[in-house]
């Protein structure tokens, strides 16, 4: 079975930058397609960027395009984001996920439903 653990979360001031870290096990982690799920407080679960696997093609939510980075390292098995110019309203429990190869990657790449291995989250709270 796949496992995903985060880590790299913390507390800064708006501005600042964070690079969160997923670590996953398994040996075709080189195929699964990857995303990063962002979870405040009172709200849904949403997407906010995700890479597909040997090709590493890259995809972002608006609200953090420009400013967030996805990037993986197949060799040793982990998912990176890289966040600058944090705001406040990026606060959330940042949740990293993946999906089994699938022909239908670029259209469901954004799509909760489409991810079935998920970590426990690591928080981020950025102040103003």
């Known amino acids: 079975q796949v496992q995903l653990v985060e880590s790299g979360g913390g507390l800064v001031p708006a501005g600042a930058s964070l690079r969160l870290s997923c670590a996953v096990s398994?040996?075709?982690?080189?195929?699964?397609?990857m995303a990063w799920f962002r979870q405040a407080p009172g709200k849904e679960r949403e997407f906010a960027a995700a890479i597909s696997g040997i090709d590493r093609i890259t995809h972002y939510a608006d609200s953090v395009k420009g400013r967030f980075t996805i990037s993986r390292d197949n060799a040793k098995n982990t998912v990176y984001l890289e966040m600058n110019s944090l705001k406040p309203e990026d606060t959330a429990v940042y949740y990293c996920?993946?999906?089994?190869?699938?022909?239908?990657?670029?259209?469901?790449?954004?799509?909760?439903?489409?991810?079935?291995?998920w970590g426990q989250g690591t928080q981020v709270t950025v102040s103003s």
């Open positions: 996920a993946a999906a089994p190869p699938s022909s239908r990657w670029y259209w469901r790449r954004t799509d909760i439903h489409h991810y079935d291995y």
């Open positions: 398994g040996r075709t982690f080189r195929l699964y397609g």
